[in-house]
């Protein structure tokens, strides 16, 4: 086991709020690179060697140099603090693997939709699963060195509203990783309190308080 995971705090006893979040994305926009960089345990990964087999099913328009591919999950973990961990699950990105993200979607809080601004369009998919099952999401543009976009351009090109949080990132950088899911942590926050804001009533009204007799 390497330092850098093996040096890192084991799961509290007092831990006893799991969250599960899933990282998603086109092929190639950093998510397991995002999981294996912010896990405090060593990941689980599922990538195999990708194969001259591929080529004639897979997109490798911009990624030609990635020799490796995630053909289920990555798994790592988090703690938020001593009793609430975010569990994390980065989904595969390529399109014949596409059929297990409403399995992996099921039970999720919410979710990071990882970007690479210089393939914009592959994202498209993944915000529209996440839009179908209702699944509250924020959008991380990791740093690839590509052209530089307004970020009015990137929600025009997403077509996401300005309540969908939009962040920059480095997929590489633990801190910047755990940025985006104190972001995304923040974002279901206020999802849930103004959805408690806005829950009606109960009918009827709160039952009137009766004042003490004077003496």
Not at 12 to 24: R, S
Not at 31 to 43: F, H, L, Q, Y
């Amino acid at each position: 086991m390497d330092s850098a995971t093996s040096d890192r705090a084991a799961l509290q006893a007092t831990a006893d709020n799991g969250l599960k979040i899933v990282v998603v994305g086109g092929f190639g926009v950093g998510k397991t690179t995002m999981v294996r960089s912010v896990s405090e345990i060593r990941p689980l990964n599922t990538e195999e060697t990708m194969t001259r087999a591929g080529e004639a099913v897979d997109r490798l328009d911009g990624v030609r140099s990635k020799n490796s591919t995630t053909v289920a999950f990555d798994f790592g973990r988090i703690s938020l603090d001593e009793r609430s961990v975010l569990y994390l699950f980065g989904a595969p990105g390529q399109e014949r693997f596409w059929f297990l993200w409403d399995r992996l979607f099921s039970g999720t809080l919410g979710a990071v939709v990882l970007v690479d601004t210089r393939r914009l369009a592959d994202s498209w998919y993944a915000i529209d699963r996440l839009e179908h099952h209702g699944t509250p999401f924020i959008v991380a543009c990791n740093d690839f060195g590509g052209p530089l976009h307004t970020e009015q351009q990137i929600r025009e090109a997403l077509d996401i509203s300005a309540d969908v949080p939009l962040v920059e990132c480095d997929a590489r950088d633990r801190s910047s990783s755990k940025y985006v899911l104190i972001t995304l942590v923040e974002h279901l926050h206020r999802l849930s309190a103004a959805r408690t804001e806005d829950a009606p009533a109960p009918a009827g009204g709160a039952p009137a308080l009766t004042p003490e007799p004077t003496p």
